[in-house]
């Protein structure tokens, strides 16, 4: 049974300061692994998508990285800013056959002006 | 576009009374997903809907829970008889494809429901 575990479950640093959030998962048999943002009383965002054969994903400030033989994933924020203070959430997708996306329990960043 | 719409927002109900969530997909999104969240605990995946027909259900929690989904289109979930550890959020998604591309699930804003 695949298991998704996120670490820290919060996060504070202050304003400009680079930092790693920290997603493992228990079954290296994944699809893809997808990492959210979710603002207070909103829905999810899709921020970034690793397919299982890829090693990494950028989007502007924001990269991840996924070792599957480890089960480990990593988002790296950088130049943090107030407006990312949000809930993150890892998702891992198991099979192409379904829609079905295995979460963790977020972590929530706080960034301080 | 027009995103995902789930309404209620917010549902406070008593223990042992109905509840009916709804969901409007985006258009032309065939498959759609509801899932939800409870305090403390992750999301978790509760059934699939491809079309009008359910693709998987593994992870709705008994049969006090039923959701339709209607010629394919809008999806309702109905909770009968609630009980008070059916609080938490209720997510609804729908994606065109089964979730291979970034930004191919779009999640609504969600229903808080609340079992008192």
């Known amino acids: 049974k695949q298991e998704v575990t996120q670490i820290p479950a919060a996060l504070s640093v202050p304003e400009g300061e680079n930092l790693v959030l920290n997603c493992s998962f228990t079954?290296?048999?994944?699809?893809?692994l997808q990492w959210f943002r979710q603002d207070p009383g909103k829905g999810l965002t899709s921020l970034l998508l690793?397919?299982?054969?890829?090693r990494e994903q950028t989007s502007g400030r924001l990269n991840a990285s996924l070792d599957k033989s480890s089960g480990r994933s990593t988002l790296y924020i950088a130049a943090s800013q107030p407006g990312d203070s949000a809930t993150y959430l890892c998702?891992?997708?198991?099979?192409?056959?379904?829609?079905?996306?295995?979460f963790g329990q977020g972590t929530t960043l706080q960034v301080k002006p | 576009e027009a995103g995902v719409t789930q309404f209620p927002s917010h549902s406070v109900i008593e223990k042992g009374q109905t509840v009916t969530l709804r969901c409007d997909p985006i258009?032309?999104?065939?498959?759609l997903y509801w899932y939800r969240r409870v305090m403390g605990k992750e999301i978790k995946f509760l059934l699939h809907?491809?079309?009008?027909?359910?693709?998987?259900e593994s992870g709705m929690p008994n049969n006090r829970f039923l959701a339709e989904r209607t010629g394919g289109t809008y999806s309702t979930l109905k909770v009968q008889p609630a009980e008070l550890e059916d609080s938490g959020v209720y997510f609804c998604?729908?994606?065109?494809?089964?979730?291979?591309?970034?930004?191919?699930?779009?999640f609504g804003s969600g229903t808080r429901l609340t079992v008192v």
């Open positions: 809907f491809v079309k009008e027909s359910k693709q998987d």
């Open positions: 998702a891992v997708l198991c099979s192409s056959n379904t829609g079905k996306l295995i």
């Open positions: 079954d290296s048999a994944i699809y893809n």
């Open positions: 998604a729908s994606s065109q494809d089964r979730g291979s591309r970034v930004g191919g699930y779009t």
């Open positions: 690793i397919q299982s054969s890829q």
């Open positions: 258009s032309g999104h065939d498959n």
